[in-house]
């Protein structure tokens, strides 16, 4: 199979989907792999690694396109990319289709057939392909929404740790998953006041059992929910339902009740957003306000801290690639439940219920394709 892999075009997305060691393995099992050149310089790989690996660079991304059989990316693909795509071309990288139904039309249109990160399941009810970057993000998160609290980028002015004599901030995780913990161990870890919210008893029971003593868990109900929100300084949204559009936690109408220069960081924006007042943001502008209310919602933050982002990503990626790549992906769907659960759209035809129920799409099983 010839496996190609586009340089990333999204606002400032230095990641690429292919790493040089990535491309090793493909070529020892026997595929060809072409990458567009400069693709991987944003995340400190040069054209010299990939070739040095036995890879092919070519000039451009309509190259790539037109040569592959399947396109291995990062993020979703752009509208100049989704023209690109041909009907019977494997697509295999992040879609988040839920909240794009332009996306979601030019998907079904191209024919092809296109396999999203995010949904990709395992034996545990992990999600392994976007858990290494909610790890990112998690760890992020209170860090930009630190730097957002400062008083000169229309934050609180409020120092997470505090100092002796003044208590420290306090920040809110709304969703206690991947994103949610590691977001809470590092505001626990900047010395923060922190408390995780979750549905799910059962993981607030682990959160409590492994990290009773650096950070607070509570029952997400509604009031419990507005009544931390309202005493915090930063809010982190951090929720998911598998492939479906966010839930909305906090409206605008309650964002008076919040703090004045407040923060929200809505990591759950790649999925619509968890707080009404949410728009994706980029890294070249990352910040807006309303109502008082700071909100930062950069739907590509690993896309930031690229190099151990692309690393972490691929290490994650490359055998669910290298399967499909060897048996083609009704094979490698049919042997793996959990890589047919990533199967979001096929040769015109939605294959993920949560993405069709939030569009008012019909959708079909992807099993009755194999
Ligand atoms: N903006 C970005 O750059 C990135 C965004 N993400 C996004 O972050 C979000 C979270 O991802 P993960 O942590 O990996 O998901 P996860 O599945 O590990 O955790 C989600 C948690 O949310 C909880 N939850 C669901 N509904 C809830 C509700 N109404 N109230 C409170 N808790 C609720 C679930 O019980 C679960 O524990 C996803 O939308 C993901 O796509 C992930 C990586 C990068
Ligand atoms: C998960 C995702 O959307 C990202 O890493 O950009
Ligand atoms: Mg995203």
């Not at 295999?92 to 949904?119: M, N, R, V, W």
């Amino acid at each position: 199979m010839i496996i190609g892999c586009p340089k990333e075009i999204k606002p400032q997305e230095f990641r690429v989907g292919l790493t040089p060691a990535a491309a090793h393995e493909a070529i020892v099992n026997g595929h060809e792999v072409i990458v567009e050149t400069g693709a991987g310089i944003g995340a400190g790989f040069a054209d010299e690694d990939y070739i040095a690996e036995g890879a092919t660079i070519l000039p451009t991304a309509a190259d790539v396109f037109a040569k592959a059989d399947m396109i291995v990316k990062v993020k979703e693909p752009q509208a100049v990319e989704r023209k690109m795509l041909r009907k019977g071309q494997l697509l295999f990288t992040y879609l988040h289709l839920a909240p794009d139904p332009e996306q979601t039309k030019d998907l079904l249109e191209s024919g092809a057939t296109c396999i999203a990160y995010e949904t990709v399941t395992d034996d545990r009810g992990g999600l392994p392909l976007l858990a290494p970057m909610s790890e990112v993000a998690g760890r992020l998160a209170p860090q930009v929404g630190a730097y957002t609290l400062q008083k000169a980028n229309g934050g609180r002015g409020v120092l997470l740790g505090g100092v002796p004599g003044v208590a420290p901030g306090r920040v809110v995780v709304i969703g206690g998953g991947v994103v949610g913990t590691h977001a809470a161990r590092i505001a626990a870890g900047m010395g923060a006041d922190v408390t995780v919210l979750d549905r799910s008893i059962p993981r607030l029971r682990y959160l409590d059992d492994v990290f009773g003593k650096e950070f607070k868990t509570a029952y997400a109900s509604a009031a419990n929910t507005m009544e931390l929100a309202c005493e915090a300084d930063m809010i982190i949204g951090a929720v998911l339902i598998p492939g479906a559009a966010a839930p909305k936690l906090i409206s605008r109408a309650q964002l008076s009740e919040l703090k004045p220069g407040a923060v929200l960081v809505d990591v759950a924006i790649d999925q619509g957003g968890c707080f009404e007042t949410s728009k994706a943001t980029t890294h070249q502008d990352p910040i807006y306000e309303v109502d008082g209310v700071m909100h930062y919602c950069v739907a590509n933050m690993p896309g930031a801290v690229a190099r151990t982002s692309t690393l972490a990503l691929g290490n994650a990626t490359l055998p669910f690639m290298i399967a499909l790549a060897n048996k083609g992906w009704k094979q490698a769907c049919k042997d793996d439940k959990h890589l047919l659960n990533g199967l979001n759209v096929h040769d015109g035809k939605l294959t993920y219920a949560a993405v069709g129920e939030a569009l008012g799409i019909e959708t079909v099983d992807p099993a009755t394709l194999l």
